[in-house]
Nanobody
């Protein structure tokens, strides 16, 4: 089970940190990804981190502004979001993959319920 937290409503330029807590699994065996879905749009990849936390990859739209990290002792993955823009408004989901760290959501078997981020101008 994956449970996201940390969403909210902020103004342009603000920061937020999302958390995703995992239970019932060997967390350190999985790559973890963040995805988002804006109203009327398809879900899109945001960031991914491999099982050890050594390797990360970001969508171009969030590179240099977002940072993904994980704490395997706490079974938690984080998404630090800085310099937020209105176009970052979406429901953010975390997901786990046993296939490796890549942006293809078809490789992610388990998903959280999502947390809403709203950025106003």
């Amino acid at each position: 089970q994956l449970v996201e937290s940390g969403g909210g409503s902020v103004q342009t330029g603000a920061s937020l940190r999302l958390s995703c807590a995992a239970s019932g699994r060997t967390f350190s065996s999985y790559s973890m990804g963040w995805f988002r879905q804006a109203p009327g749009k398809e879900r899109e990849f945001v960031a991914v981190i491999n099982w050890s936390g050594v390797w990360t990859y970001y969508a171009d739209s969030v590179k240099e502004r977002f940072n993904i990290s994980r704490d395997n002792d706490k079974n938690t993955v984080y998404l630090q979001m800085d310099s937020l823009k209105p176009e970052d408004t979406a429901v953010y989901y975390c997901a786990s993959s046993s296939w490796g760290a890549d942006p293809n959501e078809r490789n992610y078997a388990d998903w959280g319920q999502g947390t809403q981020i709203t950025v106003s101008s």
